[in-house]
């Protein structure tokens, strides 16, 4: 397991040199015209580099690590400014609620692998269908793009407005739908706990399909033409040549756009909190719309901050998991 | 056996009509293959606008399933009445302002990334690409802390900044990508010619780096303008409030005027689209690139 991906993506390497990660660039750039540039270099201070990128680096420090870091403190405080007699050290306390008396922090975090989970898997097939349908030569492809891709950039409260009007018990599509005789009058589908999944998965569905679309066609458009001319001579059929030519060559960039997906999936709250708040009955809370909660309207931000503590953890672990994939530092 | 052989002939037929050959495998896809999932799709992807369009455009208790007769009551009320004419100012300055906060520090760490080897590149890369796993939504507290202690509550500057820092890995790993592209022998030789580091930056790199930047600065600007959380957090005061902000109170009305959620949704949605439209040949360059496999 540990192995498998390093020694995979050096077999992959001569196909995706030209491209690689930005490390890897570097490495390949930097290495070989390394002494005539040093040279060069020593007319401008050797502070530059870092000069430039102190802008930068400044602002995470202040705005990243460091509310990360006071994450990782009051993670280990009882902190709630409407309950100051309680405040103090607490050790691990909040872990040891949130994962013993809890039953919220498990169904949220439950909810939250069921969602990723769900709308991953779902924006990646039917993303994959739509590459390769607008991949092909056909009359009116670039108004087909445009077109399929649009929401792509529509925000997540934006979408929520619009499929609140379309799941509206009123005026919404459902009362057309009753008027063809398909359902009954008055459904709502965001307020009835049985449906509320569905509606929100194709609500994010509408507007998530276009980014695994885009990314895939990006990729496809660089899978050599000959193979599939040497298949073809061959005798392969299509759904062979899909198989051993385009899925391959397109594994790097699907393992990458998944794990870079699941982790927006996991963190974005916007269309949630707005489309459902979470409800009903708190069957739509993510972990993340649950410490949101917590620490905003309930004021609990030491408890708030060991459950982000604790996605946290989670986060990493699928960083580990990526950057491995990524092939990142796997160049020596 | 025979059907295999059957389309053989048709094929050959039809191949010198195409002008590019070399992909038959593929243009042998039958017609209705493409044009049938690709109209369901379309259906999908369509009629939600159409329905936003729809309660925009026609009078409020109307029911018809067309936009006629055709009224702009709903977005009058909601520019003025509802505020949005201002909040699309305070978005367009949010937008602004992180666009070019985000590329200007995005270019100048992106250079020295793609142009130097210095001893904390490797830690400053791993932390960039680190930071991409840190979610804003779990920071909020924290950064309201900071900002309560910048006295920056309701100004927004707080906006601005949070959303140029959460914008500024991705950005730098991408104009990086953007300048290892352009061959330092172009510089090289401006040098030779008398220019200093600076001058050859600015003629020689930086007239080659347009569409990366226009990429870099556009999704900037969108991301600000659709972002939602730090603006609903930071910003209390009403006439501070951005378009998302504007558009969740509506939905959050205790009863709701579709009417009014429907224009302000299309306020909303406006400049999105024509970036959108503007940037979309850039976009699947840009990704080809391979920059965004960092």
């Given at each position: 397991m540990a192995q498998q991906p390093i020694r995979s993506t050096h077999r992959l390497k001569p196909v995706v040199s030209s491209k690689g990660t930005p490390m890897a660039q570097a490495a390949a750039v930097a290495k070989p015209p390394a002494p005539p540039r040093r040279r060069r270099a020593s007319a401008t201070p050797r502070r530059l580099p870092y000069l430039l990128i102190a802008p930068a680096a400044l602002l995470m420090l202040g705005f990243i690590a460091y509310p990360v870091l006071s994450v990782f403190y009051y993670s280990l405080q009882h902190y709630n400014p409407t309950k100051p007699w309680r405040n103090g050290y607490a050790g691990f306390d909040n872990f040891v609620h949130a994962f013993t008396q809890d039953p919220q922090f498990w169904d949220t975090l439950l909810f939250s692998a069921k969602w990723v989970v769900v709308e991953v898997g779902l924006q990646l097939l039917f993303g994959l269908a739509l590459a390769l349908i607008v991949n092909q030569t056909f009359v009116g492809r670039g108004l087909g793009r445009a077109l399929v891709f649009s929401?792509?950039?529509?925000s997540g409260v934006l979408t929520s407005a619009i499929w609140v009007l379309l799941y509206n018990s009123q005026t919404g599509i459902t009362r057309y739908l009753a008027d063809l005789g398909i359902g009954s009058y008055g459904t709502s589908w965001l307020s009835d706990t049985s449906t509320v999944f569905p509606a929100a998965v194709v609500a994010d569905l509408w507007r998530g399909v276009p980014f695994f679309a885009i990314l895939i066609l990006a990729d496809l458009q660089s899978v050599s033409k000959d193979l599939y001319e040497a298949a073809e001579v061959d005798g392969a059929s299509r759904l062979k040549q899909f198989w051993h030519i385009t899925l391959p060559h397109l594994k790097d960039a699907i393992v990458l756009s998944t794990l870079l997906r699941a982790v927006w999936e996991f963190n974005n709250v916007d269309l949630l909190y707005t489309l459902t708040?979470?409800?009903?009955?708190?069957?739509?809370?993510?972990l993340p719309l649950y410490v949101a909660k917590t620490s905003v309207?309930?004021?609990n931000f030491g408890y708030a901050s060991a459950l982000t503590t604790v996605a946290f953890v989670i986060l990493l672990f699928f960083s580990i998991v990526y950057l491995r994939l990524s092939k990142f530092g796997g160049e020596k | 056996m025979i059907t295999e052989i059957a389309p053989a002939p048709q094929r050959v037929v039809s191949e010198?009509?195409?002008?590019?050959?070399?992909r038959r495998a593929w243009d042998e896809v039958p017609r209705w293959q493409i044009y049938l999932p690709l109209s369901v799709y379309l259906l999908f992807t369509l009629i939600p606008f159409y329905w936003i369009l729809l309660f925009a455009l026609r009078p409020a208790g109307s029911t018809s399933l067309v936009p006629w007769p055709m009224t702009l009551d709903h977005f009058e009320k909601v520019w003025t009445e509802r505020s949005f004419g201002l909040y699309f100012q305070n978005s367009v300055l949010v937008g602004l302002a992180t666009l070019v906060l985000t590329t200007v520090v995005a270019l100048a760490g992106g250079y020295a990334l793609a142009r130097f080897d210095f001893r904390l590149k490797r830690g400053f890369m791993l932390a960039l690409l680190c930071s991409q796993f840190v979610p804003g939504a779990l920071l909020l507290v924290p950064l309201f802390q900071i900002f309560a202690e910048l006295s920056m509550i309701n100004s927004l500057g707080s906006v601005i900044l949070a959303e140029t820092v959460f914008q500024l890995p991705l950005s730098m790993i991408l104009i990086s990508g953007f300048i290892r592209n352009v061959p330092p022998s172009l510089e090289e030789a401006a040098w030779v010619d008398g220019c200093s580091r600076f001058a050859a930056f600015r003629i020689v790199v930086l007239p080659l780096l347009r569409p990366g930047l226009i990429a870099v600065g556009s999704f900037a600007f969108v991301h600000a303008w659709n972002h939602f959380l730090f603006a609903l957090m930071f910003l209390s005061d009403q006439s501070k409030q951005t378009i998302p902000v504007g558009l969740n109170t509506l939905m959050n009305a205790d009863s709701v005027d579709l009417g009014a959620l429907a224009a302000g949704g299309i306020v909303a949605a406006v400049p999105v689209v024509i970036v959108f439209a503007f940037i979309q040949k850039w976009l699947i360059t840009g990704f080809s690139a391979g920059a965004v496999k960092g």
């Open positions: 929401p792509w950039a529509v708040n979470g409800g009903p009955a708190g069957v739509t809370t993510t309207n309930g004021h | 010198p009509a195409r002008p590019r050959g070399g």
